[in-house]
Nanobody, 117 residues
């Protein structure tokens, strides 16, 4: 069964770093645009970063320079390195896979990130 499992969230002080991981099973990175999204309390879910099967990367403009998305095709895992974290980065972070052939979208269960001031 296809699934995405996020890990790496937690509580960190402002200015700190976290590395999120998204392990994909039954989902192949070479046919999926992989994305990290986040949803803060009372706000809409928003795109953080995405990486295409060919490695093209997009970031939310407000996060460029602090967040880095990467993937390891051999391990079928996508990462989000988050540096210089701010309290406004507090949110549930979700991994998403958009299958460009089957035109399907799948979501992980999310991982909570809390940045204290």
């Amino acid at each position: 069964q296809a699934q995405l499992v996020e890990s790496g969230g937690g509580l960190v002080q402002a200015g700190g770093s976290l590395r999120l991981s998204c392990a994909a099973s039954g989902i192949f990175l070479n046919r999926n645009v992989m994305g990290w999204y986040r949803q803060a309390p009372g706000k809409q879910r928003e795109l953080v970063a995405s990486i295409s099967p060919g490695g093209t990367i997009n970031y939310a403009d407000s996060l460029k320079g602090r967040f880095t998305i990467s993937k390891d095709n051999a391990k079928n895992t996508v990462f989000l390195q988050m540096n210089s974290l701010k309290p406004e980065d507090t949110a549930v972070y979700y991994c998403n896979a958009k299958d460009i052939i089957a035109l399907m979208s799948r979501w992980g269960q999310g991982t909570q990130v809390i940045v204290s001031s």
